[in-house]
């Protein structure tokens, strides 16, 4: 599957996002994203909220790799990453071609006034950053930017002024309200979380652990009402209901009927994040999933 045309990288159907990759051994990071280029992943996924750096991760797993993309799931536009993103992305696309997909994503007026920036609305804060974007030499194209939007006008924006959206922590239902806004040419790539246990107890708990925090934040708590959940799903960690909908547990077929549900509903890529409960690269866990790419 060859990427909608309005992104400039192929990341194809399915991607593995990683927080574990920027924090790995060099080595052992490049040895990873070579077994995962062999395998026909479509794209690694860094994420950006794990401080500074991303671009120099994202240019080392480029230069490990021959023919996948990595793309950026999502760096904070406060943060100093973000003031270097043109020049860097013009430095790496120069030296490994269009296969870096550069991500994007507002954060929270915490974050601004950390860096002694006004933060105003969402809408303008993303509105003012793609302006420097566009003004910078070179800039950083449209069609080499994803958004990470969950409310319709940043939706919207992520449409008109991106390759589409990366959102997180999100149900297929989201799939379908977003390709309503987009359109049909601009890209929906959703973060999946994938629990490879079979046992409800043990998966949950495992699930909880890797993004329950995320639940409590406000961004995610509005567009999970906007899904469809209420104060009963909201709880610390999220209800069973919430977590059956948000994360994919179970076999390698209950994960494959997730991505389906997901690709029906709208989607045009899954970027896999692999959860075990332990801070080590799942490269086994990868290593079975690839058993996906050929379904």
Known sequence: MTTKKSARA???????????LRGADPSA???AAAELDDAGWGALWLAGAGGPGIWQSASDL???TSRLSVALGVASIWGPDADAAPTEFARITGQHGDRLLAGFGVSSPQNAAAVGKPFGTPIGAM??????????????????????ALGPRMVELAGRRGAGVHPFLVTPESNIANRSILGESSLIAPHLAVVLETDPAKARQIARAGIGMFIGFPSYQANLRRLGFTDDDLVPGGSDRLIDRVVAWGSLDDVRRRIDEHIAAGADHLALHVLTGQRRLPRAEWAELASLLSA
């Not at 192929?10 to 574990?20: A, M």
């Open 10 to 20: 192929d990341i194809g159907r399915l991607g593995v996002w990683s927080l574990e």
């Open 127 to 148: 509105n003012q950053y793609l302006d420097r974007l566009d003004q910078a030499t070179p800039p950083l194209a449209a069609n080499d930017r994803i958004l990470g």
């Open 62 to 64: 480029l230069a490990a």
């Open 29 to 31: 990071a490049g040895d």
